[in-house]
T-cell receptor
Framework: AQSVTQLGSHVSVSEGALVLLRCNYS??????LFWYVQYPNQGLQLLLKYTSAATLVKGINGFEAEFKKSETSFHLTKPSAHMSDAAEYFC????????????FGTGTRLQVFP | DTAVSQTPKYLVTQMGNDKSIKCEQNLGHDTMYWYKQDSKKFLKIMFS???????INETVPNRFSPKSPDKAHLNLHINSLELGDSAVYFCASSQVSSGQVYTGELFFGEGSRLTVL
């Protein structure tokens, strides 16, 4: 069965610092992978997705993620954090039996300090 | 216009009561979902409907009954509410139809926070 593991439930960075949020996946076949962001009291919003094309995926708000098959990872990065990036971030993998079903990780809360 | 809208946004009720949450999407999508997010932010799918047909039912207690009168609406009715039902319930939609390229993008509503006392 597919699954994702997000290492670190909380990540804190200073404004302007590099953001790195970790996600490892488990899948017997090449997966589709996603990062979603949830701002306070809002629903989730797609940041970016990997669907077996380019391994380096660029998303909205300056975020990007790299699919590394050898490491079964799909870490999310941003070169310079903004205060507005403070949110909960979820990694997700599609269930290959039901491609419209997403399996979410437990989330990582990003805090950005001035 | 809100793409996926849910009502009510907040719901506080007593154990044993029955309550409903409504969801509507104006994106023209074929597939709608209910997700439950618990107090630890863990998000898990409950149901999905494609063109009013139930596709996914993730071992949810039968006290939870989804209903899709048309492909733009998916409501969730919960009978005999329990303390453990307290959570945020998210409705979502996506365009997943046979013959279409899978995008994997879900569009979420803002959530309905249910508190059972």
């Amino acid at each position: 069965a597919q699954s994702v593991t997000q290492l670190g439930s909380h990540v804190s960075v200073s404004e302007g610092a590099l953001v790195l949020l970790r996600c490892n996946y488990s899948s017997s076949v090449p997966p589709y992978l996603f990062w979603y962001v949830q701002y306070p009291n809002q629903g989730l919003q797609l940041l970016l997705k990997y669907t077996s094309a380019a391994t380096l995926v660029k998303g909205i708000n300056g975020f990007e993620a790299e699919f590394k098959k050898s490491e079964t990872s799909f870490h999310l990065t941003k070169p310079s954090a903004h205060m507005s990036d403070a949110a909960e971030y979820f990694c997700a993998v599609s269930d290959l039996r039901n491609t419209d079903k997403l399996i979410f990780g437990t989330g990582t809360r990003l805090q950005v300090f001035p | 216009d809100t793409a996926v809208s849910q009502t009510p946004k907040y719901l506080v009720t007593q154990m044993g009561n029955d309550k409903s949450i409504k969801c509507e999407q104006n994106l023209g999508h074929d597939t709608m979902y209910w997700y439950k997010q618990d107090s630890k932010k863990f998000l898990k799918i409950m149901f999905s409907y494609n063109n009013k047909e139930l596709i996914i039912n993730e071992t949810v207690p039968n006290r939870f009954s989804p209903k899709s009168p048309d492909k733009a609406h998916l409501n969730l009715h919960i009978n005999s509410l329990e303390l453990g039902d307290s959570a945020v319930y998210f409705c979502a939609s996506s365009q997943v139809s046979s013959g279409q390229v899978y995008t994997g993008e879900l569009f979420f509503g803002e959530g309905s926070r249910l508190t059972v006392l």
